[in-house]
């Protein structure tokens, strides 16, 4: 049976969109709704991708096209290109999914020397040699790849006499003299030949590299490929009772109700998009012509409630008669989602399950960062990668102690350094955002100020940062000398000299207060509160967050967090207690480590009552030391060099000598593979039970003063159920000491976290010591890639987004088909171990809105995030929840 390549519009409807493209699909169903749509008919994208896959059209897809043509000649009693009263036509691209002004569309098909006078006759010589210069101009540019500036040059030569007919004539002979000496070949004359070759130009935008980089932007599959609409030409440049423009029937803007768009008199649809001509705002053309703004009302009504959503409509008005050429559900801006989506749920257009379908994650992660507020240009010093989004603003400083001590006496900072470390935590922390000369958005810098919700940009090399001299200098030899003001841009990774004012974020305000909105009817924030909640009620998957300070705890809190999911000890061992990480390290008996021990536990203790504290009666989830063990050593280079120099001035170097030995024993050339988490509670007697310890008397003190603690001890980096099960032993013989010396019931959960591929595939039997699982996705991604985070993006992942090997960075979205596999296989073995086993994730994927529906489809219990990403991830988790009920399996969240 011969395959049908084109269809009419009365055998479309909206739901054949996969077939005849988003724009043909509506343009059917506009026409079944007895709305004023020009006749026409599509090809669909089956033929687009059977043209793309050979390089030649389907066999039988002239002879059809041939055939509808025939047809909408029948029904518009004109031919194409007559030389009498000629039908003219457009071809028009539509893929599946909107990709506005990313394909082509060539207006006007059908005009040459001969039906030109035809034309003239029936709507006058201006608009039949205006039809014929924009014809020669597009079909040249579009069809035979002639440069546009050629035609633009001609055309401005014509300054203010554009509109004479004269004029006009000249300039289609000039642009077809142009177009002759560009491509090698005469304008084709036959209006059929000048069909066949717009719709083949169609089908090759497809490939266009502005469409391929739009539809990686926006992740639509490259496989779809586009259809054609042929449409009856209608004129809006007709003359003063004619013209074209855009209607929205809310505003894409903010959202908010009433009628939006631009009206062009007498004008074609392009002159609204090139912006060479200065529109009228819709309302307008209520004086102008009130029957047609009538007319254009009933429409919108019409289509709004048909599509049940915010649509996007093109129309022309020829000699006073009304036509519509296009709807679409209409692009807007995360504002204007949220505000639309909860005035239909509230209008019952749609319920509010199908509204949180309208908002995604990522809409909302954008609404709750501070921005720059729009002005006029300003003096940039660099661009770098948009690591972290926000705006910041500061002084710029050059090391940590500096930015904290600036920021305890109400300064506002920014950190710079060319690569940050964990010792340059308490400046991050002080700092009003960070700027790095290297690394990419998985560098430290960029991990840890998301984490921390703190506007982050990395990569700016065209910034050299000397720390030593206290100063950056920028391209062009701009000195930026400590103390100077800086603007930092995380959403786009501009870096500016100066202040810039910032225009805070009311939605994140709204989640600070607790989730509460205020008295003053904010729109957005209402809305945001209207859908947030809603996700909170349906969905199943819990939210925790990673905090490691009473302050993070308390954010967490506020922001919705249903607990800590990661309390990294780690973070507590920087600054001053790192000199007794180390002499625990490089301790020679048990003495000096167990003094070290007794020093550390005391500072733990407070560590663990004051977060218990802020998390009162929701589970934390306390990971045990797990540093790369570099970080808590002296720098081995320093070290041999500070030893040299005292031999050599005879110098006694005893104490320096023996701490470089052991530097050297325990110096790894993979610190990130080396002596860290279990392994370094398992060599390191009494570190892990010294930790221990803190929680259980911790959490007696809690409880002595009548509160409702709840920690959860989590192992890292568990490879071998052995390890788990010795380390569980020393950590229940502690807990068990402590209720005992202090008479409280502690029942405190000991766990681990998978982040080891052999952990993920023997899940079974670790489970049998695990009382839950934490999946560490970011370890687990770099041992199955088999790269370094901190190493590999600068280097090579912008060429793999653009050869497709990633679709996304594995750091930031979850590589499902990897990593992913052993998210399934550690919740299949652990829950046949344990069936009651409680599974969460706490890698920054936790935050990521399209990694949260894969785990709700994969079983787990909760994800956590950093507090800022808490909003993000409740609201993913509900929609993710809405899906499954429509699609239950995990592959189809």
């Known amino acids: 049976m011969a395959t049908t390549w084109v269809y009419d519009f009365a055998e479309g409807h909206k739901d054949l969109a996969d077939l005849l493209g988003g724009k043909g699909a509506n343009l059917a169903e506009m026409s079944r709704l007895g709305l004023p749509v020009p006749p026409g008919f599509i090809i669909t994208t089956e033929a687009c991708r059977a043209y793309l896959s050979t390089g030649y059209p389907p066999e039988q897809l002239w002879p059809q096209l041939r055939e509808h043509l025939a047809g909408l000649e029948q029904r518009m009693g004109r031919r194409l290109g007559a030389a009498t009263d000629p039908l003219l036509v457009s071809v028009r691209s539509g893929a599946r999914f909107s990709m506005p002004g990313m394909m082509e569309t060539v207006l006007n098909i059908g005009v040459n020397d001969a039906s030109v006078q035809g034309l003239a006759h029936r709507y006058g010589e201006r608009l039949a040699w205006d039809c014929y210069r924009r014809l020669v101009h597009m079909f040249g540019t579009t069809v035979l790849g002639v440069p546009n500036e050629p035609f633009a040059a001609a055309l401005d030569a014509t300054g203010a006499g554009e509109s004479d007919v004269t004029t006009l004539r000249g300039l289609v002979r000039t642009y077809q003299d142009l177009v002759r000496r560009h491509s090698g070949r005469d304008f084709p004359q036959d209006p059929w030949e000048q069909l066949q070759l717009a719709v083949r130009a169609v089908f090759d935008s497809w490939r266009a590299p502005r469409a391929v980089l739009y539809r990686r932007q926006e992740r639509i599959p490259d496989d779809q490929g586009t259809a054609v609409s042929v449409v009856a030409m209608v004129f809006g440049n007709a003359g003063p009772d004619s013209g074209t423009g855009v209607a929205f029937t809310r505003d894409p803007a903010t959202g908010a109700r009433g009628v939006y768009g631009d009206y062009l008199p007498n004008a074609q649809g392009e002159d609204v998009v090139a912006g060479v001509r200065t529109p009228v705002p819709l309302h307008e053309l209520a004086d102008r012509d009130p029957?047609?703004?009538?007319?254009?009302?009933?429409?919108?009504?019409?289509?709004?409630?048909?599509?049940?959503?915010?649509?996007?409509?093109?129309?022309?008005?020829?000699?006073?008669?009304?036509?519509?050429?296009?709807?679409?559900?209409?692009?807007?801006?995360?504002?204007?989602?949220?505000?639309?989506?909860?005035?239909?749920?509230?209008?019952?257009?749609?319920?509010?399950?199908?509204?949180?379908?309208?908002?995604?994650?990522?809409?909302?992660?954008?609404?709750?960062?501070?921005?720059?507020?729009?002005?006029?240009?300003?003096?940039?010093?660099?661009?770098?990668?948009?690591?972290?989004?926000?705006?910041?603003?500061?002084?710029?400083?050059?090391?940590?102690?500096?930015?904290?001590?600036?920021?305890?006496?109400?300064?506002?900072?920014?950190?710079?350094?060319?690569?940050?470390?964990?010792?340059?935590?308490?400046?991050?922390?002080?700092?009003?955002?960070?700027?790095?000369?290297?690394?990419?958005?998985?560098?430290?810098?960029?991990?840890?100020?998301?984490?921390?919700?703190?506007?982050?940009?990395?990569?700016?090399?065209?910034?050299?940062?000397?720390?030593?001299?206290?100063?950056?200098?920028?391209?062009?030899?701009?000195?930026?000398?400590?103390?100077?003001?800086?603007?930092?841009?995380?959403?786009?990774?501009?870096?500016?000299?100066?202040?810039?004012?910032?225009?805070?974020?009311?939605?994140?305000?709204?989640?600070?207060?607790?989730?509460?909105?205020?008295?003053?009817?904010?729109?957005?924030?209402?809305?945001?509160?209207?859908?947030?909640?809603?996700?909170?009620?349906?969905?199943?998957?819990?939210?925790?967050?990673?905090?490691?300070?009473?302050?993070?705890?308390?954010?967490?809190?506020?922001?919705?967090?249903?607990?800590?999911?990661?309390?990294?000890?780690?973070?507590?061992?920087?600054?001053?207690?790192?000199?007794?990480?180390?002499?625990?390290?490089?301790?020679?008996?048990?003495?000096?480590?167990?003094?070290?021990?007794?020093?550390?536990?005391?500072?733990?203790?407070e560590d663990f009552v004051a977060i218990l504290r802020e998390m009162d009666g929701l589970p934390v989830t306390i990971r045990l030391l797990d540093p790369p063990l570099h970080e808590f050593l002296p720098d081995l280079a320093d070290l041999t060099a500070r030893v040299a120099v005292a031999r050599t001035r005879g110098e006694d170097a005893t104490e320096d000598e023996r701490?470089?030995?052991?530097?050297?024993?325990?110096?790894?050339?993979?610190?990130?593979?080396?002596?860290?988490?279990?392994?370094?509670?398992?060599?390191?007697?009494?570190?892990?039970?010294?930790?221990?310890?803190?929680?259980?008397?911790?959490?007696?003190?809690?409880?002595?003063?009548?509160?409702?603690?709840?920690?959860?001890?989590?192992?890292?980096?568990?490879?071998?159920?052995?390890?788990?099960?010795?380390?569980?032993?020393?950590?229940?013989?502690?807990?068990?000491?402590?209720?005992?010396?202090?008479?409280?019931?502690?029942?405190?959960?000991?766990?681990?976290?998978?982040?080891?591929?052999?952990?993920?595939?023997?899940?079974?039997?670790?489970?049998?010591?695990?009382?839950?699982?934490?999946?560490?996705?970011?370890?687990?991604?770099?041992?199955?890639?088999?790269?370094?985070?901190?190493?590999?993006?600068?280097?090579?992942?912008?060429?793999?987004?653009?050869?497709?090997?990633?679709?996304?960075?594995?750091?930031?979205?979850?590589d499902r088909t990897g990593v992913g596999e052993l998210v399934r296989a550690a919740v299949r073995g652990g829950r046949s171990a344990r069936p009651d086993l409680e599974i969460g994730v706490c890698g920054e994927h936790g935050g990521d809105p399209a990694s949260v529906g894969f785990f709700a489809g994969a079983g787990l219990d909760y994800v956590s995030c950093s507090p800022f990403r808490v909003p993000v991830a409740r609201l993913a988790a509900g929609r993710a929840a809405v899906a499954g009920r429509a699609a239950p399996s995990d592959e189809s969240v």
């Open 659 to 814: 701490v470089l030995r052991a530097v050297r024993r325990l110096h790894e050339h993979n610190p990130m593979l080396g002596l860290r988490g279990v392994r370094l509670g398992l060599v390191l007697p009494g570190l892990y039970t010294m930790q221990a310890r803190a929680i259980a008397e911790a959490t007696a003190d809690r409880i002595a003063a009548g509160a409702d603690p709840r920690p959860q001890i989590m192992v890292p980096l568990v490879a071998d159920a052995t390890e788990l099960a010795l380390t569980r032993r020393e950590i229940a013989g502690v807990l068990a000491e402590v209720a005992g010396r202090t008479g409280r019931d502690l029942h405190i959960p000991i766990g681990t976290m998978i982040e080891v591929p052999r952990a993920a595939v023997t899940a079974d039997r670790i489970a049998r010591h695990a009382d839950f699982f934490s999946l560490g996705t970011n370890d687990l991604t770099q041992l199955v890639w088999g790269f370094s985070r901190d190493d590999v993006e600068a280097e090579f992942f912008a060429r793999y987004l653009e050869l497709d090997v990633f679709a996304d960075s594995p750091f930031e979205t979850l």
């Open 291 to 605: 029957r047609s703004y009538r007319q254009l009302l009933d429409a919108m009504t019409t289509l709004e409630r048909h599509y049940r959503d915010l649509c996007d409509i093109e129309f022309t008005i020829e000699r006073c008669e009304l036509w519509i050429l296009q709807t679409r559900v209409g692009k807007r801006t995360a504002a204007a989602a949220f505000v639309v989506a909860a005035q239909l749920a509230e209008e019952g257009v749609i319920d509010r399950d199908e509204a949180l379908t309208r908002v995604s994650g990522a809409q909302l992660g954008q609404l709750m960062f501070p921005r720059f507020d729009p002005g006029p240009d300003r003096r940039r010093l660099a661009t770098g990668i948009n690591a972290s989004p926000g705006a910041a603003v500061g002084r710029a400083v050059f090391d940590s102690a500096r930015a904290a001590e600036l920021a305890s006496a109400g300064e506002r900072v920014v950190l710079v350094r060319r690569e940050t470390n964990p010792d340059d935590l308490p400046g991050m922390v002080a700092a009003q955002g960070v700027l790095t000369s290297r690394g990419g958005k998985t560098s430290h810098a960029a991990v840890v100020a998301r984490g921390m919700g703190k506007p982050c940009v990395c990569g700016a090399d065209a910034l050299e940062v000397d720390a030593a001299a206290r100063r950056a200098v920028a391209a062009g030899d701009v000195v930026v000398p400590e103390g100077d003001v800086i603007s930092v841009d995380g959403s786009t990774g501009a870096v500016y000299l100066g202040e810039v004012p910032v225009v805070p974020s009311a939605v994140a305000e709204y989640f600070e207060r607790g989730g509460r909105p205020e008295g003053d009817g904010d729109e957005l924030v209402c809305a945001v509160d209207i859908l947030v909640r809603h996700a909170d009620r349906v969905r199943g998957l819990g939210v925790r967050a990673n905090a490691d300070t009473p302050a993070d705890a308390a954010r967490a809190r506020r922001m919705g967090a249903e607990g800590i999911g990661l309390c990294r000890t780690e973070h507590m061992f920087l600054g001053p207690r790192r000199k007794h990480v180390e002499r625990l390290v490089l301790a020679d008996n048990d003495t000096e480590r167990e003094s070290a021990l007794a020093e550390l536990l005391p500072q733990q203790r």
